[in-house]
Structure formats: C-alpha cells, structure tokens
C-alpha cells in the first residue's frame, strides 16, 4: 500500500512522508524520530543540531542568487497522536503506519496517518534535499512532543535560530492563512473513592459508548460532536438508582475528543427490567439527538460476569454529578474574529478503577483572561466535589498581527497563484508559534499547510490534491521571501 503513495506527485513530499511514517513516534516517545531526522541531515552533510529536550534543527545556506534574502526558520512537529479504532491489532511502539489512497484521500488502515504533522516535515524535508529549489537560507526546526505539551516548543532557549521568519506547516486547510491560536491547560482532578463488595442480588453489566467521529479537541470542538465521556455519565445518571458503577474507562488523549467508553456495573435483580428499560429510553433520546454528526454512535448494554466490587452509592452520586457540572465544548466565542471559538474545554478522559477516579481535561484559549476564568471554574466544580486539581502544561496563545510583513507576502501569492484572496484566520488548536516567540519575540510567523480531515482520530485523511497545491504555494512563499534590511 505504501509503494502507491510513493508514486503520488509530488513524489520527493510522499516518499518523505512515508519514511517518516515508518518510523514510530508517538509524543515523548520521539527517540527514534530524532534520530532519524539526525541521519536524514547528516547524510546531506548539513549543520544538523539537537538541542537539550530533543528538538531537531537543520540549517542549509541559501541556493544561488538568493543569498541576500532573509533568513527563514521552516517549522513542523515530528510526534503523531496515536489512536485507532477499537477493532484494529498495531502496535504504534513497534510498527509503522500503514497507509493506503481511497479517491482523492491519503489514510491509514484503521489509526491515525501522521499527516499531522508529518506533512509539514515532510515538505521541509524535500526542500533541504533538493538542488533545485530557490530559497533563502533555512533553519529547518523539528519540534517534539507538540501534541501532549509543546515541551520541545517551551523547552527552545534563545541563540538557536537567527531567521527573522518563522513558516509553520501546520495548518489543515489549505485556503487559511494562520496568524493566531489558542493557548491550552491540563486540568488534572483526582479523588479517592470507596469500594464495596457487590451485592448478592446482582448482575453484572458492560455499557460501551463506541462509533463517534470524535476529531481534534481544538479544531472540532464547536461542531457539536459526541463526548462518549459525557454520554456515558448521561446513561449512568439516568439508571443510577438501580446500578453501582464498577469501572469506567473513558477516552484517551486529552487533543482528542473522546470517542469511546467503557463501564462495568452491577444491577440489583430485583431493577433489571426498569433498568433495561430506562436504558434504552436514554440511549433513544441520545442517538437521536447526535445522528445528524454521528450517525454511527452505538451504545449497548451486555450482560457480563458480575464484577468483585463497586463503588459506594454516595461515592458513584458524587462522581456523576461531578462530570455532568463539568463544562465540556464551547464556553466562548470571540468577539473580534468572526466563527472563531475564543475558550473551551474537553472533558478528555475518565478513569474509575482501583479505588481512585481520574478526570483529564484541556482547556484552551486565545485570551489568557478567559482561559484563566474557565480554569478557575473547572477547578470550583472539581473541588466543591473533593477532588485535588492538577494545573500543568500551560502554554501562551498567539496573538493575530494583522501588519505582519510575512503575511503580505503570502497573501500576494495565494491570490497570484489561484486567483482567489486566502483566508486570513485565528485558530483554537495550539500551533507553536505564541510559545516560540516568547524566547524569539523579534521573529514574524505565519502558518500555512495541506488540508488534512479528522486529525488526531483513525478517520484522518490528507487530501492528495491539496498537497500538491500546498506544494506549488510553498515553492512560490520561498522565492518571494523579502531582502535582508
């Protein structure tokens, strides 16, 4: 399968992205991308550099006749999310994506493809082998770990890069142009629980939430898509006076919105008729109300062996009124970008077993204000409950400059290119630039990338047409890089 995306044009872009595809890297797992992209420069016999956390920086001279314009930094993130679907056998720690055309669209057989970023590596990767391509000088700066805390973006000191320009490849439409993005914080809540043992009269019962689309907890979050950790506290809500909860595993990386999860519970005998009933009344009313954007939501209940022990009844009440008042979605749109969401949060992952349950959560934000003022009401509801709160990972928006120079040059060059002005956009994912430039404050960016659907869920797919287009843009943007001052 992958020997047909190497024939795809242009083929230096896919032959790279399916060698950087068969090299695992998952977030802080990156060693052997590292290396990699170590080889890939040193082969070339370019400066290649490692920094302290394991960002990758590659610096290549300007081609001929090109010497006098501005040095340029061309950056993408070489760790992947992994998720697959539920059915899927691989083993991200040991194999490499396989992938396969349907149509117009590069995807991966049942997991996530990568195209987030590889994409952007790949193309920076063709642009430092190539003798043929005009461009200034580059320092070509592979990031790690972008997709569970931008450490590599944070952990970038100062004296590293001299480029006054800054190209992000990590935008998913390929008609934007990004001057701006959100800024994001790990909400941890954790409180201890008590078990007992299942009662006598019981019978034992597993509940999946599987099917939804779920997506990119930034980039999807306003279109109303299913949290399968918010729909599993909803059918338990609504049964529990006849259940005692047991387990629960619920989503998986806090970017990701959850498509998938799992409970075990008891149900006395003596309920298991209203029990059934009332199940399937709820699980009605949340197909219905979900299948114009996941038509393909399954909620079942299964008869299973009866679990050992369960939580306490006042402990399981208090857990499912904690995850109903949690805010999941969009808290606020702004006010100065038109259908730009300014704050939100994901209810990313629940986990109820061994006696402590664990809710993970990212906050994001284009205004620190807003993300500070839903953390704080987060962390009420959380704690009101008698959870100890865990804040980490905090990292700075990007804030839009409408005068970017940069911009300029990019917009030009759409419009040349293909008749037609871009979009000049804000975005609520994280991109890296708001980090980068609090140690290169001088530095103007932009982002730019391929179109790319379903990104951070085994439904993600590159379009075959847009990267060639994005190609063709990316060639234009380095011959018209402006002169030194």
Not at 244 to 254: D, K, P, V
Not at 367 to 380: A, G, H, I
Not at 426 to 433: D, F, N, P, Q, S
Request: include cysteine; hydrophobic fraction near 35%.
């Amino acid at each position: 399968m992958n020997n047909d995306i190497r024939a795809l044009e242009p083929t230096s872009l896919w032959n790279n992205f399916a060698d950087l595809n068969a090299v695992p890297r998952g977030s802080k797992k990156e060693e052997r991308v590292i290396q990699f992209m170590v080889n890939f420069g040193n082969k070339l016999n370019l400066k290649t550099i490692v920094d302290p956390v394991g960002n990758v920086i590659i610096k290549k001279p300007a081609s001929a006749g090109m010497e006098n314009r501005k040095t340029i930094v061309m950056q993408s993130h070489l760790d992947m999310v992994h998720q697959k679907n539920a059915d899927t056998v691989f083993d991200f720690d040991t194999e490499g994506i396989k992938m396969k055309i349907e149509g117009d669209w590069v995807k991966a057989d049942g997991t996530t493809l990568g195209a987030d970023n590889g994409l952007g590596v790949a193309a920076i990767m063709s642009v430092l082998a190539s003798s043929e391509i005009k461009h200034p000088a580059i320092e070509a700066l592979f990031t790690i770990d972008e997709e569970t805390g931008m450490t590599g973006a944070m952990g970038l000191q100062a004296g590293y890069l001299d480029g006054e320009i800054l190209l992000n490849l990590d935008t998913e439409e390929d008609d934007e142009i990004d001057i701006g993005c959100a800024g994001g914080i790990d909400i941890t809540a954790e409180n201890p629980y008590n078990e007992v043992h299942t009662p006598s009269n019981s019978v034992g019962y597993a509940i999946s939430v599987t099917g939804l689309n779920g997506g990119h907890s930034g980039m999807d979050i306003h279109k109303g898509l299913g949290n399968a950790n918010k729909i599993m506290n909803r059918v338990l809500y609504e049964i529990q006076d006849s259940i005692r909860i047991s387990e629960i595993n619920g989503g998986s990386l806090r970017n990701a919105i959850p498509r998938e999860s799992f409970a075990i519970i008891s149900v006395y005998n003596s309920q298991k008729d209203g029990f059934l009933k009332k199940s399937k009344k709820i699980i009605k009313q949340i197909k219905t109300e979900l299948k114009t954007v996941d038509p393909n939501l399954e909620i079942e209940c299964k008869q299973v062996e009866t679990p050992n022990k369960v939580m306490t009844a006042i402990s399981q009440t208090t857990l499912l009124k904690t995850i109903y008042s949690a805010h999941n979605g969009v808290y606020r749109m702004s006010n100065d970008m038109e259908d730009l969401v300014e704050t939100s949060n994901n209810v990313a992952r629940v986990i109820v077993k061994d006696e402590l349950i664990k809710i993970l959560c990212l906050t994001r934000s284009s205004v620190e204000s807003s993300k500070n003022d839903l953390t704080n009401m987060l962390t009420s509801t959380f704690e009101m409950a008698g959870y100890m709160v865990t804040l980490s990972g905090s990292y700075p928006g990007w804030k839009p400059n409408v005068d970017s120079p940069i911009l300029k040059v990019l917009s030009s060059s759409y419009e040349k290119l293909f008749n037609e002005k871009a979009n000049v956009v804000a975005c609520h994912a994280g991109l890296e630039c708001g980090i980068l430039g609090t140690n290169y404050p001088e530095m103007d960016m932009i982002s730019f990338g391929p179109t790319i659907q379903g990104a951070h869920s085994p439904d993600e797919r590159a379009s075959i047409k847009s990267a060639q287009k994005f190609w063709k843009y990316l060639l234009t943007i380095l011959e018209n890089i402006p002169t030194k001052r």
